[in-house]
């Protein structure tokens, strides 16, 4: 078994634990820990009832339990895993802090316990396409790879089975990002534009979290950067490990990069793939393929990475085929949730789109729509708190705006607008928390309403 995972276990027996957090990554976590002879509290700031089941559950098993309002009083213990979306700052971790606990977090344990080769990858954009190709080819070559952080499984509780042989691809936010002191063999970052910032107290806070993915690599590491992106393109001057850059328009002079030239993808001087064997939809996705190409490249073989290309449908709530219905096609892009998301895919069609934009205000300006809702839009239908600021971003356009009430209403506009060889395109370029839980039952709910228009 894997000894890091075995010494973790001895430190935490008998130990007071307090996991704050109680969502997808750390409900799991709980069980492992329990195993391990922690003795666990688990704290939400939903009520009870809100969770009853999870409440009584926990309970069942020994863990004592903290919800609603006042979970972080006396916080008294000796370990705190947080999860990612807590910040660390609060008064009630530095004073718990203070007194000696240690502050952590489930992805932060994983990185400190995973004997596997680590791929790390985040970007406000195209993170999670990039690293699903990444887990993709890595598994047409290699044996066992894992594939989680802020997508998929939570990895802490598989730890324990990994071996230096395998390899764990990861996706990681900035909220995981913004305390990590420790960062993946292979790193990717896929560009940076304002995002989160609801939540960061800045633009520059929200860089440095992004920066922590190679800030504690080595010399032996690899740092894989967007050339094409102002942001990530400046992170080269401080990494500590070796570049390789990717961009769209050529090879950057005197640098080892993967790039697009006359319809091919290259490795430096060799061909890769042709543009055109890559099964899904738009340039963003190129993109995304040669990001993947400069992480895997002496791990996997180019036929492998060919056959992903030539196969691979893509991820679901990313321009997702939703269905034709009298002659108009659907799509499903909820995951796109800022304004640089949304311009990416309204360019990978051929032809202007009718597209439902609105959601949750995360802070970020809406200007930078502008130029792509008037190339790429026939009309537009604007939804949830942010309607107002987009309308007001938008009017100058010549586009139509409509509104609408909620996502139901949208579909329903949308639908009587469109004509036969139409596409409707649901890229709302903000969150979903004014109204769904994530962008997933944004999407989910989405598909719903199309499928049931008659």
């Known amino acids: 078994m894997n000894p890091r995972y075995l ?14 957090g109680m969502g997808v990554s750390n409900t799991p976590v709980v069980d492992m820990l329990l195993d391990m002879g922690a003795k666990v509290c688990a704290r939400d700031v939903k009520k009870r009832e809100e969770k009853a089941d999870l409440a009584d559950m926990l309970e069942q098993k020994g863990v004592r339990v903290l919800f609603g309002e006042h979970y972080l009083e006396n916080l008294d213990t000796d370990m705190i895993l947080k999860a990612p979306g807590i910040r660390f700052d609060r008064t009630e971790f530095v004073k718990a802090v203070a007194d000696g606990a240690v502050l952590t977090s489930e992805m932060e344990l994983f990185f400190a316990l995973c004997p596997a080769t680590i791929f790390g ?3 406000s954009d195209g993170k999670t396409t990039t690293t699903t190709l990444i887990y993709e080819m890595l598994k047409r070559q290699h044996g066992r790879v894992y594939v989680g952080g802020n997508i998929g499984q939570p990895l802490l509780p598989l730890v324990h089975e990994m071996k230096e042989e395998d390899f764990a691809v990861v996706e990681l936010s900035s909220f995981q990002l913004h305390t990590m002191k420790r960062s993946p063999d292979v790193a990717v970052i896929t560009n940076v534009s304002p995002n989160h910032l609801d939540w960061h107290t800045g633009m520059q806070e929200y860089i440095d979290a992004k920066k922590n993915m190679f800030r504690y690599q080595t010399a032996r590491g690899r740092l894989v950067l967007n050339f094409e992106n102002e942001g990530t393109r400046a992170m080269a001057d401080e990494a500590p ?3 390789t850059f990717f961009s769209s328009k050529g090879q950057p002079k005197g640098a080892h990069a993967v790039y697009e030239r006359e319809g091919a ?5 060799e061909k890769i793939l042709n543009t055109d064997d890559i099964l899904i939809p738009g340039q963003h996705n190129v993109e995304n393929y040669m990001a993947a190409i400069g992480a895997v490249q002496g791990f996997v073989d180019k036929e492998n990475i060919r056959e992903v290309a030539r196969t691979f449908p ?3 709530h990313r321009i997702e085929f939703v269905r034709e219905h009298k002659g ?9 949730s800022s304004p640089t998301r949304t311009e990416a895919a309204l360019r990978s069609f051929k ?3 009718i597209v439902i934009l609105g959601g949750y205000d995360k802070n970020i300006p809406f200007e930078p729509l502008a130029v792509p809702v008037k190339e790429c839009v026939k009309a ?4 949830g708190k942010t309607a107002d600021k987009i309308e007001n971003a938008l009017k100058d356009t010549g586009v139509p705006l409509y509104r609408a009430s909620d996502l139901a209403h949208a579909v329903h506009t949308a639908s009587d607008l469109a004509r036969e060889g139409d596409i409707v395109l649901l890229s709302p370029a903000c969150a979903s928390f004014d109204a769904f839980a994530n962008f997933m039952e944004r999407g989910n709910i989405f598909k719903e309403l199309v499928k049931e228009l008659s």
């Open 328 to 336: 108009v096609l659907y799509y499903n892009s909820s995951i796109d």
């Open 314 to 316: 893509g991820v679901e």
């Open 7 to 20: 010494a973790f276990k001895e430190y935490v027996k008998g130990k007071r634990v307090d996991v704050i």
């Open 265 to 269: 993808i290259y490795l430096d001087q």
């Open 351 to 353: 032809q202007k789109v």
């Open 121 to 123: 990858v985040t970007g």
């Open 241 to 243: 490990a070796p570049v």
């Open 380 to 383: 537009a239908i604007l939804t």
